[in-house]
């Protein structure tokens, strides 16, 4: 079977072909479609994820100024009773204290 098209004076294309070139568009439209659906998708995504990341920002800082307020100077005198008072009330704010402080630099 060859039904054919003429283009211009020369070319004659398939009228077979032509068909598949069509539904090959037509799958690469539904292609292209799927794909910016999937890119929006991702974008909502994205500042989902921002805004709950800004919000457990907003309450870390909250928390480390809190924390920093009620974390005295280091006094420690373990070399004379280990743990001393300082470190076993304290140290443990200020390992927070200081993590916070390399996440945030
Ligand atoms: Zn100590």
């Not at 070319?11 to 690469?28: C, F, K, M, S």
Request: charged share 30%.
């Amino acid at each position: 079977m060859s039904e054919t098209i003429k283009i211009g004076n020369h070319e004659v294309v398939h009228i077979t072909e032509v068909r598949e070139l069509r539904r090959q568009l037509a799958e690469a439209n539904e292609y292209a479609r799927k794909l910016s659906i999937k890119v929006t998708d991702q974008g909502v995504e994205i500042q989902r994820l921002q805004a709950t990341l800004q919000r457990k920002q907003d309450a870390g800082d909250l928390i480390f100024e809190e924390l920093d307020d009620k974390t005295p100077e280091r006094n420690c005198s373990c070399h004379l009773f280990p743990p001393c008072h300082d470190c076993t009330n304290h140290a443990a704010s200020r390992e927070a204290i200081k993590a916070w402080k390399e996440a945030n630099k």
